[in-house]
């Protein structure tokens, strides 16, 4: 099946830092790229969708001047967190769309960044 | 997209057959039935997804009521390894428009040996 990676799996950051995500797709090309946290004892929440080459639309609530979306390539997201404090200390988590080969039915999920600001 | 409702927690012995329940009552016609796992610390895993007929896969089946009000999601045979939280989801499955997926709270499923 698809696989998507994610970089890094864990990262502990001082606070007032930034942290940058990756999310990629290794065996298809995404279209679509999402972006989920979670915390913990909680389900995931989507925080922002990606579209290759386009600006990412974030849901409600969502700060999108903190939380840096880049989707400039069909294999490559990322998410910036910028000026990381602990409450932005969670599991990030990414999915990917191929819209290509018709598997628009399934979404694949990276493994996830836990994200520790200090 | 159609709000679920699934019991915070289930238990199953291990080999026995594990029936999750889902009730979606207010879903629309065009509206697909998604399930999702997660174990813990990990990405979700897709499953399985139906609109009215009965699915079947590797991984389970899906059990879809005439009246696309509930669903079951069936592992026939539970491991140790099927412990995670299990996803329903409800959307609109369009090819190339939007896609995204809302999450309940899920079942925390716990196979015991």
């Known amino acids: 099946g698809a696989v998507v990676s994610q970089h890094p799996s864990w990262v502990i950051c001082k606070s007032g830092t930034s942290v940058k995500i990756e999310c990629r797709s290794l065996?298809?090309?995404?279209?679509?790229m999402f972006w989920y946290r979670q915390f913990p004892k909680q389900s995931l929440m989507l925080m922002a969708t990606?579209?290759?080459?386009?600006?990412?639309?974030?849901e409600q609530g969502v700060e999108k001047d903190k939380f840096l979306i880049n989707h400039a390539s069909l294999t490559l997201s990322t998410l910036t967190v910028t000026s990381a404090h602990p409450e932005d200390s969670s599991f990030y988590i990414c999915?990917?769309?191929?819209?290509?080969?018709?598997?628009?039915?399934?979404?694949?999920f990276g493994p996830g960044t836990r994200l520790t600001v200090t | 997209d159609a709000k679920t409702t699934q019991p915070p927690s289930m238990d199953c012995a291990e080999g026995r057959a594990a029936n999750l329940p889902c009730n979606h009552s207010?879903?629309?016609?065009?509206?697909?039935v998604y399930w999702y796992r997660q174990i813990h610390s990990q990405g979700p895993q897709y499953i399985i997804h139906?609109?009215?007929n009965n699915e079947t896969n590797e991984m389970a089946s899906l059990i879809i009521t005439e009246d696309r009000k509930s669903s079951t999601l069936i592992l026939p045979h539970a491991t140790l390894r099927d412990t995670a939280v299990y996803y329903c989801?409800?959307?609109?499955?369009?090819?190339?428009?939007?896609?995204?997926?809302?999450f309940g709270q899920g079942t925390e499923l716990s196979v015991k040996p």
């Open positions: 065996d298809f090309q995404a279209t679509t």
């Open positions: 207010t879903i629309s016609g065009n509206e697909y």
């Open positions: 990606s579209n290759e080459g386009s600006k990412a639309t974030y």
């Open positions: 989801i409800v959307r609109v499955s369009i090819y190339n428009q939007g896609g995204k997926l809302i």
């Open positions: 999915s990917a769309r191929d819209l290509a080969t018709g598997r628009f039915d399934e979404q694949y």
């Open positions: 139906g609109l009215k």
